[in-house]
């Protein structure tokens, strides 16, 4: 393959690897922040009373968040397409150790991709909707982005850092807050117009 194709290759996965690990990085935002294991009890019920105050929003948004991290994620190792970049196509030798390494998450996340986000399944299993905790998935991106310097650094000898995605998550925080602080502005606001404003009881109608 010419030296431009696999420039074209890298620098389609510079995108692809950075949009799935922010749309990964928002997912668990979402999803984990319901979890008293994770946050404790206090904060997870604090999250999931903000997310109720707009379920339908966060729901539809974790569920595309977590379909475009999977499907995205998936196109770096889809081999036997010709009609696509893989990354095999940059730099073989390296994916298939790469591959090797990782084939229990990949071969995880390709199914959940095929069963039920790109195809859905006819008759889907329970294990088809299981995609591969995060105490695995973290350090998966972390070899991932190690991987792509790896052939990053062998094709041009440049380099990528991923830290951006990360910034998603301090996003969906900000975004809890204000909704926490505005939900509180509006239940005041009911407040004073029905149990004060509106009350023939208030005092300047009874002097």
Known sequence: MESQNKE???EYFLGNIFLSKSAYEAWKAICFAKSEGVVGKELSERYLKIQNCHAKFFGIVERSCLATFVVTICHAFDVNRTDSFSLDKADKDAYDNFFNE????INQ?????HKVFAHGGIRPQPEDY????I?????????LEKFYNLISNRINKSGAIFDNALEIKQD???L?????RG???????IDIEWRWKQNDNKISKKI
């Open 109 to 113: 996340l390709q199914r959940v991709r």
């Open 8 to 10: 074209d290759i890298l």
């Open 135 to 143: 105490n695995e998935l973290n350090p998966f991106f972390e070899r």
């Open 130 to 133: 299981i995609i591969p905790p």
């Open 183 to 189: 939900e509180g502005v509006r239940l005041k606001e």
């Open 102 to 105: 990782n084939k229990g998450i």
């Open 176 to 180: 809890y807050m204000n909704i926490d």
């Open 172 to 174: 969906i925080e900000n």
